[in-house]
């Protein structure tokens, strides 16, 4: 069974550097999702693709973050100058078009800024 | 406010216990309603999908929407220990954004 994979699993770094994680997406799923979960709390949307195309940023991607799939495949999620605030799990979900809202996490990517 | 609220327990129950997860929210144009489970350092796996009101069972799973309440709930029977984890619920309207709660941590004991 392929789900969704993220790579790495973990990442430390300091604070300044940047970091990029990479999500393969089920493979017949054209829509691709980032999310942001901090301790205690729910996922939080940051962005989305269909296909190729990113179709929705949240206020939460500040200027310092970016995503790209470039072939409507595999996405990356960078971060550049990180902080310690930006210390989360980072998941990515894929989807059908149908039904809505039916998504399919991975297992995430701890990202620790210190 | 947030838009969807849940209680984060922690909800202990012995095993075989009926446990029943709850979600309130606020936008009524939600119309899309998911149950997710997490377990600790782990993505969230999709367990129920409702569309609109009603109800949806999946073998010890049950979903419930009542859209007129802005209320959706989770009834799990005959728990066991493997369900201790988050359980997030999660809705969305026309768009593809997910809004979460925050999680009930479930504990299941022997």
């Known amino acids: 069974d392929t789900g969704v994979s993220q790579d790495p699993r973990h990442k430390i770094t300091k604070r300044g550097q940047n970091v990029t994680f990479r999500c393969d997406p089920i493979?017949?799923?054209?829509?691709l999702y980032w999310y942001r979960q901090t301790l205690g709390q729910g996922p939080e949307f940051l962005t989305y693709f269909q296909n190729e195309a990113q179709l929705e940023k949240s206020r939460l991607l500040s200027d310092r973050f970016s995503a790209e799939r470039p072939k409507g495949s595999f996405s990356t999620l960078e971060i550049q100058r990180t902080e310690q605030g930006d210390s989360a799990m980072y998941l990515c979900?894929?989807?059908?078009?149908?039904?809505?809202?039916?998504?399919?996490f991975g297992p995430g990517t701890r990202l620790t800024v210190l | 406010q947030k838009e969807v609220e849940q209680d984060p327990g922690p909800l202990s129950v012995p095993e075989g216990a009926i446990v029943s997860l709850n979600c309130t929210y606020s936008n009524s144009a939600f119309q899309y309603f998911m149950w997710y489970r997490q377990y600790s350092r782990k993505g969230p796996e999709l367990l129920m999908y409702?569309?609109?009101?009603g109800n949806k069972e999946d073998g010890r799973f049950t979903a419930q929407v009542d859209k007129s309440s802005k209320y959706i709930s989770l009834f799990i029977r005959d728990s066991q220990p493997s369900d201790s984890a988050t359980y997030l619920c999660a809705m969305t309207d026309n768009t593809d954004k997910l809004i979460f709660g925050t999680g009930t941590r479930l504990q299941v004991f022997p």
């Open positions: 493979s017949e799923h054209n829509r």
């Open positions: 979900a894929s989807s059908l078009e149908s039904p809505r809202g039916g998504q399919y």
């Open positions: 409702t569309y609109s009101s």
